[in-house]
């Protein structure tokens, strides 16, 4: 059911300066899904009335990834996360109720998280809320500070830090529960008084803390949800994690996998019962792969394949934009691009399907219970009829009839049927 009474505000208009990129950083991807996807998946999940994404350094490349639905407002200058949000807030007008800050570089966060944080500040009728994890190590993270009595008073941000601040472990995450009233009265209160010259929303705790309005936090414990991303180093690191977060869902939805810590598949893939995936194997984004299938080791399958059921993708295989049909074998060394191939086919070692003539990717058609021979190279567009055969190291240039029996370069009928 829809949340009438809350509004959520997605901060997405950063530069991606400590990532040295081009690439605006909520875009760069976690297992092939830009970061800023997993954040707009618990905002669908959490139903909100109303959600505001606030976009800047080339938000025309961002905007892509921003579903109907979700107003888009422009943050003209990238003066801090304050400012953001102000900017988020202008387009609200008309509401009342929770605004809920999400910043777009926080992927690993959880639904159930968000779910605790919602209900604390409800239940207790806070004026903020702020999402807290403990981390071993803290650095670059805004710290939390609390006075005699334990309540938070304010968060001071590692670059404006003393040395007894840095040693607080519990850290800001950026996830906050506001009611509106206060972050509209009291957003403007907010200076640049820092190292950075920036508005910082983390102002705002102790601004309100001062004013005695009620301001608290929820601990999460698991601290990787936290994980902000800045740099490639910490990329890298989430990129693991939800690694491993995938592997997890299918290993328990019936998949084996040899190895998870040497297997990459990215979000989104779906995978069959029973089938088996050897180390080393990397799934692209958008295949799909059916029950009872064998993969690697060293298979790389990417965007746009498809395998049926008992099928064998084995050794050293490369496939893109192909569909393999049931019981079929490609088991060793082999390209398979732009194709389709039929059940039960039998595809050689050392196959390759020559796709791409230097202009034009083209298509290969192999149909069922066909017998590709060992080091075949297919030149695309062919079409090869069922049960046709191939013999070892032939060139297909040509399409092959039914049951037909080609040998050499370029491959010449030796038997027809
Ligand atoms: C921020 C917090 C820090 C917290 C950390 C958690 C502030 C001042 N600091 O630091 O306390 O521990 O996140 O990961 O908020 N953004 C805009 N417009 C801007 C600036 C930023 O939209 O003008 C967006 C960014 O795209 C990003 C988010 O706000 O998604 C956070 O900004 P970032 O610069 O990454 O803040 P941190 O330094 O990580
Ligand atoms: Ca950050």
Do not use: W
């Amino acid at each position: 059911m829809m949340k009438k009474d809350l509004a959520v505000i997605i901060l997405a208009a950063g530069k991606s300066t400590r990532m040295k990129s081009e690439v605006p950083k909520v875009l760069h991807k976690l297992c092939g899904r830009p970061m800023l996807g997993y954040v707009l998946d618990l905002v669908t999940a959490l139903k909100p009335a109303q959600v505001v994404a606030v976009l800047g350094y080339k938000q025309e490349l961002v905007r892509e990834f921003i579903p109907k639905g979700i107003k888009i407002v422009i943050q003209k200058k990238l003066i801090g996360t304050a400012d953001a949000v102000k900017t988020g807030l202008a387009s609200l007008k008309s509401f009342k109720g929770t605004v809920l800050v999400l910043y777009g570089d926080n992927p690993l966060l959880k639904k159930d998280s968000l779910k605790k944080l919602l209900d604390y500040h409800l239940e207790n009728n806070v004026d903020a809320t702020l999402l807290t994890v403990t981390l071993k190590k803290p650095f670059g993270y805004g710290r939390i500070m609390r006075d005699k009595y334990s309540s938070i008073c304010g968060i001071v941000e590692e670059k404006d830090a003393d040395e007894v601040q840095k040693d607080i472990k519990e850290i800001n995450t950026g996830i906050m529960a506001f009611k509106k009233e206060k972050l509209l009265a009291y957003l403007g209160s907010i200076r640049p008084n820092n190292r950075k010259k920036e508005y910082y929303l983390t102002d705002l705790i102790e601004i309100l803390a001062k004013k005695n309005f009620l301001v608290d936090g929820v601990k999460v414990d698991d601290a990787a949800q936290g994980l902000g991303i800045n740099t490639r180093a910490e990329l890298a690191k989430a990129n693991c994690l939800m690694q491993k977060t995938i592997n997890d869902k299918l290993m328990q939805d019936g998949v084996t996998i040899i190895d998870p810590s040497s297997t990459f598949i990215n979000f989104g893939t779906a995978i069959g019962k029973d089938t088996v995936i050897y180390p080393f194997t990397v799934i692209e984004r958008d295949v799909k792969i059916g029950k009872r299938c064998f993969l690697g080791p060293f298979a790389h399958l990417r965007e746009g394949v498809r395998l049926g059921d008992d099928v064998t993708a084995g050794n050293f295989i490369e496939m893109v934009r192909s569909r393999i049909g049931n019981k079929t074998f490609v088991k060793h060394f082999s390209y398979l691009g732009d194709s389709s191939v039929g059940a039960n086919v039998n595809i050689g070692a050392g196959t390759v399907t020559a796709n791409f003539d230097g202009k034009n990717k083209n298509y290969t058609l192999i149909k069922d219970n066909v017998n590709i021979g060992s080091d075949t190279v297919i030149v695309a567009p062919v079409k090869i009829g069922k049960f046709a055969m191939t013999g070892a190291g032939s060139v297909v240039t040509r399409n092959i009839p039914d049951k037909a029996v080609v040998v050499g370069v370029p491959a010449r009928i030796l038997r027809k049927k």
